[in-house]
Antibody, heavy 115, light 115 residues
Framework: EVQLEESGGRLVQPGGSLRLSCAASGFTFSNYNMNWVRQAPGKGLEWVSYITSGSNIIYYADSVRGRFTISRDNDKNSLYLQMNSLRDEDTAVYYC????????WGQGTLVTVSS | QAVVTQPSSLSASPGASASLTCTLRSDINVGPYRIYWYQQKPGSPPQYLLRYKSDSDKQQGSGVPSRFSGSKDASANAGILLISGLQSEDEADYYCMIWHNSASVFGGGTKLTVL
């Protein structure tokens, strides 16, 4: 069974940093492109970042470019999102998704940015 | 103007059909784009439903009933998610997505009420 499990979300002050992780299982992680997608409380979906299977192509949303860094470790079947200079508007549930279009989603991890 | 626009809400009766639209900004021709559709119920992550570009380029998500189908309305510059034989369990938020200029773009979502 395909499983994606996000972790690392917590309360952090504005300007702070956080690293999210996504542990993948039930499929050959190294064969799949991956994304991070977020959802602010009561709001819609917002794509954050994309990374190809070999990490050779990476894209970011304008809202996070220069502050967030996506990476992966295929040996550990894990996807990461390093989040720096966090703002109130980064408060959201962060999902990792599989493939270019998100055929599978994790349950999400909540990041709250507040003083 | 947003790249992708969805009506915020739609109501339909059980057993009827519902047509959810995903309209692309007027300077973006829907023809070449794959339109992806997702369903999200309260408290759960989104689930991938299907992809539609043309009758020869479409994909149903794993386990997604055939009463969910995709199409396009070129005159409206829109992708369409058609749900036939509506059931109470179809009440949910529905999101469309396209890849545009190296970014994944979600519509704002449509809340479908079945009553």
């Amino acid at each position: 069974e395909v499983q994606l499990e996000e972790s690392g979300g917590r309360l952090v002050q504005p300007g702070g940093s956080l690293r999210l992780s996504c542990a993948a299982s039930g499929f050959t992680f190294s064969n799949y492109n991956m994304n991070w997608v977020r959802q602010a409380p009561g709001k819609g979906l917002e794509w954050v970042s994309y990374i190809t299977s070999g990490s050779n192509i990476i894209y970011y949303a304008d809202s996070v470019r220069g502050r967030f860094t996506i990476s992966r470790d295929n040996d550990k079947n894990s996807l990461y999102l390093q989040m720096n200079s966090l703002r109130d508007e980064d408060t959201a549930v962060y999902y990792c998704t599989r493939t270019d279009y998100g055929d599978k989603w994790g349950q999400g991890t909540l990041v709250t940015v507040s003083s | 103007q947003a790249v992708v626009t969805q009506p915020s809400s739609l109501s339909a009766s059980p057993g009827a059909s519902a047509s959810l639209t995903c309209t692309l900004r007027s300077d973006i021709n829907v023809g070449p784009y794959r339109i992806y559709w997702y369903q999200q119920k309260p408290g759960s992550p989104p689930q991938y439903l299907l992809r539609y570009k043309s009758d020869s380029d479409k994909q149903q998500g794993s386990g997604v009933p055939s009463r969910f189908s995709g199409s396009k309305d070129a005159s409206a510059n829109a992708g369409i998610l058609l749900i036939s034989g509506l059931q109470s369990e179809d009440e949910a938020d529905y999101y469309c997505m396209i890849w545009h200029n190296s970014a994944s773009v979600f519509g704002g979502g449509t809340k479908l009420t079945v009553l």
